[in-house]
C-alpha cells in the first residue's frame, strides 16, 4: 500500500520505469550540451518501450531533446499508444 492506495507490481514497474527513463532523457541531454559521451540511441528506445514510452515523451518536452530526430518522433508516440492499450486494457480486465 502506497499513500492509502493499493499497487501492483505492475503500477509500480511502470512508474519506476518511467522515472528512470525520464532521467536518462534529461542526462542524455545535459551531456550533449557538455559535448561529453552520449547514451545510445538504441537504449533510449529500448527503455521507452519496455514501459518508459511517457516519461520519454515527457522528458523530449521538457528537456527539448531527440525532438528532431524522425525515429523518436515516430517511434515514442507509438510506443505511448502501445502502452495506453496495455494499460487500458489490463485496468478493463480487473473492472
Known sequence: ?????????????FI???LLTFLLYGL?????IRQEWRIPERALLLMAFVG???GALSAMRIFRHKTRKGRFRLMIPLFCLLWGYIIVHKVLEIA
Do not use: E, P, R, T
Open 1 to 13: 500500500m502506497i499513500s492509502g492506495m493499493d499497487i501492483s507490481v505492475g503500477g509500480l514497474y
Open 16 to 18: 519506476v520505469i518511467n
Open 28 to 32: 542524455d541531454k545535459y551531456k550533449a
Open 52 to 54: 518508459g514510452a511517457f
